[in-house]
């Protein structure tokens, strides 16, 4: 881990200081010499005895020919050579043997503390949920600990009150003030840690199963056989018009004009929501439950894929209106597919991706947890090739991804909803993820202002200015997909509506 200019990079290329996997193989490796040097002193010394056998039998031959000694000393002086030569490879081997152990044990200690700190930071909430789940439950039970927990949410809900009241802007702007004042690190990772240990369950995405089969029962979420079902209608072909200019057709310039063309299929929002979430200019607003697929063409022909995917758009979850409601959040955080991973794979092989093509899934909050759920679908993969993820607020660190698939991962220290997978990132070579605090902006005056998609744009320029070695060589890899000389770029949109019906997949 380590800071550029204000943001807080981990894992990349120049990220990673020590790398198990890397320790294991190194290892492995060492092995191997030490197993090569062993079988080459057998080689050497089946050598040296053949030498000095053959200076036995000059020897022989003396009388007959006045050579025979000098051939015989020089026989067994390649001999004693070879002898010599094979106690060096002895101790050789003995040497890279003992490296190779070191570095084994040296992997075995480092991953045997990683597992035991990792233990010890999901199993402490985890206990300490399990331990107020039995307070409430026994406070509960018990007429007058009813009394202090209505004591206490009164209280909690007064106070409330009162602040909206001295700041003279009413319960509401308190209420989004206190959002802002808890979006820190520390109590958010506490409370969504405790959370499993408060249901009875073993992590978070066990948890978010159990709030979703509990939705199914009572009704709130839709049925099991409506979670993956959806129609995908295609709304035709666009140009990639940049942001503010003329409508060239050209690729995105850097991870911040990705996410902003990802604002072209997210801008529809419930009234209210996520309002100072403009378009980019000349853009037309989208409607709900948008994709959009954008085919990148380089100078020589080769062709690579963009998919944006919108974040939450609707927080009910009837199953009547978006698909990217709360019941897409609740199944990918539960690691289970949505209609909105089914559709975006459906758009994309319509859009005519194939196997060998490079593909970049981008996405904000829950379109970012798409992307990284897509990364690792089998199904996906078998009809395209995902190389690339680019999240923004999405709580993907828990999220596995096959390796190959290089991830960036941009979040704010203030935004709460990346943190609500309760894990951290890893440190690994294809995984960036970097934090810093939310920019001031006109989204300040949204309800969570660290999570308007405006603000990480923002974040994304700093990212795309950094000189840190992670960020530098993620954003090199990333140029199949980016403006260069000669490429060139067209749109297409997509549009899912839950519940199957006539459409392209």
């Known amino acids: 881990m380590s800071a550029a200019g204000g943001l807080t990079v981990t894992g990349g290329t120049g990220g990673v200081t020590a790398h198990l996997p890397d320790l294991d193989r190194a290892a492995a490796v060492l092995a191997d010499c030490a197993g090569d040097c062993g079988r080459l002193v057998g080689l050497v010394l089946a050598e040296a005895a053949r030498c000095a056998g053959r200076a036995a039998a000059v020897l022989l031959t003396a009388p007959v020919s006045p050579l025979a000694p000098v051939v015989a000393l020089d026989l067994l002086g390649s001999a004693a050579a070879g002898a010599a030569a094979a106690e060096r490879l002895a101790q050789a081997a003995r040497a890279l043997a003992v490296a190779a152990g070191a570095l084994a044990q040296v992997a075995l200690v480092y991953r045997g503390r990683e597992q035991a700190l990792e233990r010890l930071m999901t199993g402490v909430p985890i206990a300490v949920g399990a331990v107020v789940r039995g307070a409430v439950v026994a406070t509960v039970l018990t007429p007058g600990g009813r009394l202090v927990l209505g004591s206490l949410a009164a209280q909690a809900g007064g106070g409330l009150l ?12 308190a209420a989004r003030a206190g959002v802002t004042s808890v979006a820190r690190a520390g109590p958010v990772d506490l409370v969504v840690r405790s959370v499993p240990g408060l249901l009875g369950v073993a992590d978070v995405p ?7 089969g509990a939705g199914r029962v009572v009704g709130l979420l839709p049925p099991a056989h409506d979670d993956t079902s959806v129609a995908v209608h295609d709304l035709g072909v666009r140009t990639c018009a940049p942001a503010g200019g003329p409508s060239t057709g050209r690729p995105a310039a850097g991870v911040a004009e990705l996410l902003e063309r990802s604002q072209s299929v997210a801008a529809w929002r419930e009234p209210g929501a996520g309002r100072h979430d403009t378009l980019p200019p000349g ?24 998919v944006h995917v919108p974040g939450t758009q609707e927080w009910d979850s009837d199953g009547e209106g978006s698909p990217m409601d709360m019941a897409a959040n609740l199944a990918l955080v539960g690691g289970a597919g949505s209609a909105v991973t089914t559709g975006t794979a459906a758009a994309l092989r319509h859009a005519g991706a194939r196997p060998g093509q490079p593909v970049l899934l981008v996405g904000h909050s829950q379109g970012g947890l798409t992307a990284a759920h897509l990364a690792g679908d089998p199904l996906l993969r078998r009809h395209a090739t995902v190389t690339h993820v680019v999240t923004a607020g999405s709580p993907v660190a828990g999220r596995p991804v096959p390796t190959g698939v290089r ?24 995984r960036v ?22 603000a990480y744009v923002e974040t994304a320029r700093r990212v795309d200015a950094s000189d840190h070695p992670s ?5 090199a890899a990333l140029a199949p997909f980016l403006d260069r000389d000669g490429a060139s770029c067209t749109s297409r949109r997509y549009r899912l509506v839950r519940g199957g019906g006539e459409g392209v997949g």
Request: hydrophobic share 45%; aromatic share 2%; charged share 25%.
């Open 433 to 454: 993820s970097v934090t810093t605090r939310a920019p001031d902006g006109p989204w300040r005056h949204d309800a969570v202002p660290a999570h308007s998609s405006g």
């Open 162 to 173: 009162v602040v909206g009241a001295v700041r003279g802007d009413g319960p509401v702007a």
């Open 471 to 475: 960020l530098v060589d993620a954003r």
């Open 206 to 212: 066990a948890a978010a199963r159990l709030v979703v």
């Open 407 to 430: 991830v960036m991962a941009i979040e704010h220290h203030d935004d709460l909803v990346p943190r609500l997978d309760g894990r951290v990132h890893p440190d690994l070579p294809d």
């Open 283 to 306: 853009s037309v607003r989208p409607g709900r439950g948008e994709v959009r697929v954008d085919r990148v063409v380089g100078a020589d022909g080769e062709v690579a894929w963009v």
